[in-house]
């Protein structure tokens, strides 16, 4: 076993053993109930790749914690150790960055599968705002990495709340290749030249109201805007400097 291999290995141990106590303190927690919002969505992506079309989708929506499982719209989790004022949290995101290419502007080129980002990370909420650090590693394809900081402050008004976010990100160069990449074979096959790009970090900015209509029912919104990096903006396949992504959701509020 190499290097890689017994690093990898003891990582796995390791967050087999935080899941081990994670799940019985779940367990034990799990009786204070659900806590949060569960409903219905419309999520909107926008597409950066030539030829293809922006998507929305209807799906469910859940911002809420069950014990120490929670859902973040697209983050799903579970907090294990108590750190600073949070946990430290395995994570897996649900994402949509997976595209076909059986589109003439992309003819030659392979299918780009939607990838499964799982990690580490946490939740740290404090009197000036709420500060979120994740590490993910794509288990799918890609094998990259995704790592992001996003600051989230908070205004309360009567019947509706914001909530300003500020982030950034780094896509590893493996993630950047398989999604934005041209390949010796693709680039033979298409009519892109060759594009091996190195990792790119991305800035956003995004807005979340969270609007009262009864004690009961609310209405979520969200909006975000992402600048992509250059080793992404640059790709012969990519024709945007920026990704907008949102939701539209209604959902019932458990306390």
Same mark, same amino acid.
């Given at each position: 076993?190499?290097?890689?291999?017994?690093?990898?290995?003891?990582?796995?141990?390791?967050?087999?053993?935080?899941?081990?106590?994670?799940?019985?303190?779940?367990?034990?927690?799990?009786?204070?109930?659900?806590?949060?919002?569960?409903?219905?969505?419309?999520?909107?992506?926008?597409?950066?790749?030539?030829?293809?079309?922006?998507?929305?989708?209807?799906?469910?929506?859940?911002?809420?914690?069950?014990?120490?499982?929670?859902?973040?719209?697209?983050?799903?989790?579970?907090?294990?150790?108590?750190?600073?004022?949070?946990?430290?949290?395995?994570?897996?995101?649900?994402?949509?960055?997976?595209?076909?290419?059986?589109?003439?502007?992309?003819?030659?080129?392979?299918?780009?599968?939607?990838?499964?980002?799982?990690?580490?990370?946490?939740?740290?909420?404090?009197?000036?705002?709420?500060?979120?650090?994740?590490?993910?590693?794509?288990?799918?394809?890609?094998?990259?990495?995704?790592?992001?900081?996003?600051? &989230?402050? #908070?205004?309360?008004?009567? !019947?509706? /709340?914001? =909530?300003?976010?500020? %982030? +950034?990100?780094?896509?590893?160069?493996?993630?950047?290749?398989?999604?934005?990449?041209?390949? &010796?074979? #693709?680039?033979?096959?298409? !009519?892109? /030249?060759? =594009?091996?790009?190195? %990792? +790119?970090?991305?800035?956003?900015?995004?807005?979340?109201?969270?609007?009262?209509?009864?004690?009961?029912?609310?209405?979520?919104?969200?909006?975000?805007?992402?600048?992509?990096?250059? %080793?992404?903006?640059?790709?012969?396949?990519?024709?945007?400097?920026?990704?907008?992504?949102?939701?539209?959701?209604?959902?019932?509020?458990?306390?």
């Amino acid at each position: 076993m190499d290097a890689t291999q017994t690093t990898k290995a003891r990582l796995s141990a390791c967050l087999v053993c935080m899941l081990l106590v994670t799940v019985q303190a779940a367990a034990d927690e799990a009786s204070h109930g659900l806590v949060g919002d569960v409903g219905a969505g419309a999520y909107y992506t926008g597409r950066i790749v030539r030829g293809t079309s922006d998507v929305t989708t209807v799906l469910p929506y859940g911002d809420f914690e069950y014990g120490r499982m929670f859902a973040r719209v697209d983050t799903l989790g579970i907090k294990t150790l108590q750190m600073g004022d949070g946990y430290l949290e395995l994570v897996g995101r649900i994402s949509q960055d997976g595209f076909d290419t059986n589109t003439p502007g992309l003819l030659g080129l392979r299918k780009r599968e939607t990838s499964i980002p799982l990690g580490v990370g946490t939740l740290q909420v404090t009197p000036v705002g709420g500060f979120m650090v994740n590490a993910f590693h794509d288990v799918r394809q890609s094998q990259g990495q995704l790592f992001e900081a996003i600051y &989230a402050a #908070e205004l309360d008004l009567p !019947q509706v /709340s914001f =909530y300003p976010l500020l %982030g +950034a990100e780094y896509q590893s160069s493996d993630y950047v290749r398989y999604y934005y990449g041209v390949s &010796a074979q #693709e680039a033979a096959a298409s !009519q892109y /030249s060759l =594009y091996q790009p190195a %990792g +790119a970090f991305n800035d956003f900015i995004g807005l979340i109201a969270d609007i009262k209509l009864t004690d009961d029912y609310h209405l979520n919104g969200y909006v975000r805007r992402k600048w992509l990096g250059n %080793g992404i903006e640059q790709s012969p396949i990519v024709n945007q400097r920026y990704l907008d992504t949102g939701y539209l959701s209604l959902s019932y509020r458990f306390k």
